[in-house]
């Protein structure tokens, strides 16, 4: 629905019965009604008042919702503008460019789902106490507002909020249950000098204070977390202080004359910050819980004469102090101990660098230039860096004894050795010592300590290569600098067994054999025990006299260390039966050919022979068999043969059949 009228007043009194419109409602132009729409509860869609020049006052009294957006806009004449009873808004609520307006009145609107707009509206007194969300930015810009103070419920803007823009602005005040806010931003409002009312908010992500007069700053002093600030050109300010915040990402301080105090006192940690041209600052003392930062600038900051704390910061990216024309003195950075870069350019009258007089490592650059009374530079970070990477240092237009590399060089004290160890961790800085080895743990290395022998081997721990293992000789199989005694880590040999432990280590044997238990084992042992002229390690019986070797079974054992076998266990060693394999106590070898009889395989058969004697019984006779092994094979009727022998027992000779295979005929 529009109601429009360019040239001569539309009277609309005759809608004062409407209660619903389904869609939107647009009034343009020269509109005459006393009622106006008094009874309508609902605007489905848009409502729009725009470039309206009559009536004076817009009051929808019984309106309590409206679909999509509500913009009141451009009505010259318009002093009252007012919504009673309205609780929701299901767009962006746009009021701008009402310059008659007096009174705004919002007192029962809950939320805005959409953006919020005030911008340009003369003086008006304001009412949105009720309201508690707006669904995206905030702007509260370019009014003749005093004050903005009429948002005691609002706690949440998913936004960015915006105020300014107003030379009358003198007051920023009641936000007092704001939590969510995305960025603050106040801006060129030259007599802005109380921003308060924050107190619950302790999130956000951006704070920018620009072109403001801002003589304190309580508002946000519970902020714990913060991604940005900037403070710049606040001419009232004295004192800035965010003492609740504890992490930062970046903040740049720039330009504010009359600051003089800076306090982030449990900030611990942050990412850039810079302090620049703001004129009234004399000493900075502060960021005394800060862990670790990136770049530090202090720069052109003309009445600045020092600065010092810092003192939990241990890392950081980049320290710069630049043109900063009285300052004198830099201390604090007490436990600072790396940095990436640090320049100390155009500080006319500094004269001494004693916060840096202790190991910090300076990986990258190092400038320090045209500070045309800096003297003294000789201090350990400058001394350390140039030692080590004087390639990477730029030193020049400063005073005598700190112009040069070799100036400073030739008054640094103690330079460090050459092991890549930092000074403040080498327990042995003068002296080369990349092991660190400190073997009586007194802290200080051995390698310049007095002669100390913690093992008592004869030897210092300084050139022990086990000092704490009782090891005279040294032995160090693998050459790897730490000797067999207390090497728990390598296997020379790859015999399975530690060096450390290993009887011979530079042989492998598995077996660790020390047969004169020596504690050197058998395979590297070079005495002679037995005195046999054979080396122990070369000898195949060590503890006993065989100078023949003899190893008659080859199982790398003299014979002569070894009870000697007897395989067939009747008594006489291998070594010696004529028979191995058959038992034959006797021995006996009727032919003597040196084979005993009980294993002879040389068979003699003789009928009526002398040699061998024997008969073939044709009537009466015997047969004759010399071999008491011998005897007589018969086979039987199922085709086993049985030796039939005869055989003492107790000396009674007996009778024995046994079953034997039959020859082979």
Same mark, same amino acid.
């Given at each position: 629905m #529009?109601?429009?009228?360019?040239? #001569?007043? =539309?009277? $609309?009194?005759?809608?004062?019965?409407?209660?619903? $419109?389904?869609?939107?409602?647009?009034?343009?132009?020269? $509109?005459?009604?006393n009622s106006m729409f008094e009874n309508l509860t609902t605007v489905v869609d848009e409502l729009k008042i725009v470039l309206v020049t009559t009536p004076d006052s817009f009051e929808f009294l019984s309106l309590t919702s409206v679909g999509s957006d509500l913009e009141v806009v451009a009505n010259s004449t318009t002093g009252v503008i007012s919504f009673p009873v309205l609780e929701t808004i299901g767009g962006h609520l746009r009021l701008q460019y009402n310059g008659s307006a007096t009174d705004v009145n919002f007192p029962q609107l809950v939320s805005n789902n959409g953006y919020f707009s005030f911008l340009g509206n003369g003086n008006p007194s304001s009412n949105f106490d009720m309201l508690e969300l707006i669904n995206g930015y905030f702007v509260w810009f370019s009014n003749q507002n005093a004050e903005v103070n009429s948002f005691s419920s609002l706690a949440t803007v998913n936004g960015t909020m915006r105020l300014g823009n107003s030379p009358s602005l003198i007051k920023i005040d009641g936000f007092n249950n704001l939590t969510t806010v995305s960025t603050i931003e106040v801006s060129n409002s030259a007599n802005l000098d109380t921003l308060a009312g924050f107190q619950s908010l302790n999130t956000t992500s951006d704070l920018k204070l620009t072109d403001l007069k801002l003589t304190?700053? #309580?508002?946000?002093?519970?902020?714990?977390?913060?991604?940005f600030i900037n403070i710049n050109n606040c001419s009232g300010l004295d004192t800035f202080r965010l003492d609740a915040l504890q992490t930062m990402n970046s903040a740049d301080i720039e330009s504010n004359s009359s600051l003089k105090n800076i306090s982030f006192e449990n900030l611990l940690n942050m990412g850039d910050f810079t302090i620049e041209q703001n004129h009234a600052l004399e000493q900075f003392n502060g960021l005394n819980s800060l862990n670790n930062a990136g770049e530090i600038t202090f720069n052109n900051n003309q009445t600045l004469t020092s600065i010092s704390g810092f003192q939990q910061l241990s890392d950081m990216s980049t320290l710069l102090l630049t043109n900063n024309t009285i300052l004198t003195t830099?201390?604090?950075?007490?436990?600072?101990?790396?940095?990436?870069n640090l320049k100390i350019t155009g500080n006319s009258f500094l004269a001494v660098l004693s916060g840096f007089d202790h190991p910090i490592d300076i990986s990258n650059q190092l400038q320090i230039m045209d500070n045309s009374f800096l003297n003294s530079c000789n201090v350990q970070a400058v001394c350390d860096h140039l030692s080590q990477s004087s390639y990477n240092a730029t030193i020049e237009n400063n005073a005598p004894d700190c112009n040069t590399v070799n100036e400073i060089l030739a008054l640094c004290p103690n330079p460090p050795d050459t092991d890549n160890i930092p000074d403040f961790e080498d327990n042995c800085d003068?002296? +080369?010592? *990349?092991?660190?080895?400190?073997?009586?743990? &007194? @802290?200080v290395g051995d390698a310049c300590e007095p002669f100390?022998?913690?093992?008592?081997?004869? %030897?210092? &721990?300084?050139?022990?290569? =086990?000092p704490n293992d009782f090891n005279p000789n040294q032995e160090d199989s693998n050459d790897n600098g730490i000797g067999d005694a207390c090497d728990t880590d390598s296997d020379t040999d790859n015999d399975g067994v530690p060096d450390n432990t290993d009887n011979c280590p530079a042989i492998a044997n598995p077996d660790q054999s020390d047969v004169n238990n020596n504690g050197v084992g058998d395979v590297c042992d070079t005495g002679d025990t037995d005195g046999d002229g054979i080396p122990d390690n070369e000898d195949n =019986? +060590?503890?006993?006299?065989?100078?023949?070797?003899?190893?008659?079974?080859?199982?790398? %054992?003299?014979d002569a260390c070894v009870p000697p076998l007897d395989e067939d266990s009747d008594g006489v060693p291998d070594a010696s039966d004529n028979c191995v394999g058959y038992y034959n106590l006797n021995q006996t070898d009727i032919n003597n050919n040196g084979i005993g009889d009980a294993c002879e395989t040389t068979y003699k058969v003789g009928i009526g022979t002398d040699d061998p004697k024997s008969e073939l019984h044709l009537s009466n006779?015997?047969?004759? %068999?010399? &071999?008491?092994?011998?005897?007589? %094979?018969?086979?039987?009727?199922?085709?086993? =043969?049985?030796?039939?022998?005869?055989?003492?027992?107790? @000396? $009674? *000779?007996?009778?024995?059949?046994?079953?034997? +295979?039959?020859?082979?005929?």
């Open positions: #529009t109601v429009k009228a360019s040239q #001569t007043d =539309c009277n $609309i009194d005759g809608l004062d019965s409407l209660k619903y $419109i389904g869609g939107s409602l647009e009034l343009r132009g020269k $509109i005459k009604s304190e700053f #309580t508002a946000l002093s519970n902020l714990t977390t913060l991604t830099v201390t604090g950075f007490g436990q600072l101990d790396y940095m990436s003068e002296v +080369p010592n *990349p092991d660190q080895a400190d073997s009586d743990n &007194n @802290g100390v022998d913690s093992d008592g081997d004869g %030897i210092s &721990n300084s050139n022990d290569n =086990c =019986c +060590p503890n006993t006299y065989n100078p023949d070797q003899s190893d008659m079974d080859s199982d790398g %054992i003299g006779g015997n047969v004759f %068999i010399d &071999n008491p092994a011998k005897g007589v %094979i018969f086979k039987d009727q199922d085709g086993q =043969c049985y030796l039939m022998k005869v055989k003492k027992v107790n @000396g $009674i *000779p007996r009778s024995t059949i046994a079953a034997v +295979p039959c020859p082979d005929i």
